[in-house]
């Protein structure tokens, strides 16, 4: 019989230490127990803070007092339900997006590649993914992603444009990023403001399929945003992209948020392409994942800052506490696969 990690009552992050694998530091922050027989892990899925036009830049380098975008020491049950934003936090998100670009967001400032490495010291991973997000206009953030990666080797810059209009400018932006170690595109229709089937989005999509690019997406929604962004993220719209481009390899991140069943909706119809990442997903949401697509194309993201390393990982431990031999897939080979990197021996 396995451990009952119900019984254990968990509703605070700090009350991680009760699971097995976790303990306090001197100071206070959890970290993996030494002998915890955790693999190391590859985050498919976090960000640096953004910034953007007239706003002061973000110093990657500070070490200052980390603010999650998401509160997991309000009371809540950590393992099993997933209920953010709350509304105060998705309040607030929206007041951080719309200052972006005259004004650095207090919060924004403590998402530094500093404050980001820190945590993963102490939860083992050996590598994460930087995922920029391109706006319409006064953007940079790709190009702050690329600042921030050289902070740390650990970290892997994705790409990313702003796609409309599509042409020869943006395809040369592309080509540039990659040259700089760019291992992916990123794409967001939501935070874009441009659906997944948009004509322009659609030639990103076949422009990544020709050259063996693979492209994480957000996918879904959790309900909070308004219904205009929402249908822009819905699953469906992406049967277009992977139709039209069969040679095109999609992440389809969060599995869909709350959207999860028309994401392994959309996965089961093309196997071969899709991908899914598991931020943002619960316990048994991520049980019921694993137990529906195809395990080789999952992968472990955390999406920091909007959630702790430690509440992706701890779900991801406890949903695969039946299968203990499949975490090294889980959480490292998996996402490297899906990048072109070696994997971990089993």
Known sequence: MGMDFRSLNIRRMSELDRLPWFEKNPSGELRLKSAAGVPPV???????GWSYGFARPVDYRARNRLSYLYDYEVDQDVLFEERHPFPDEQKQLGKEINSSPYRLAPSAATHTAANFTAEMDRFNV????????????LSRHAEDTMRASAFDARFIPFAAVFPWPWGRRKIERLINLRSRGAKAVKVHPEFQFIAADHPHQLKLFGWCADNGVPVLAHCGYTGAEPAWLRAKAEPDRFRAALRNFPKLQLLLAHTGLSKRVETLAVARDFPNQVWLDISGQCAPDLKMILDKFDRDRICFGSDWPFYPLVVALARSLVATESCPDYRTHLLFNNGARFLGLNPKPD
Do not use: F, K, R, T
């Open 42 to 48: 590859l985050d498919i899925h976090s960000h640096v």
């Open 126 to 137: 050996q590598h994460a993914c930087l995922l920029p997000i391109e706006g319409p206009i």
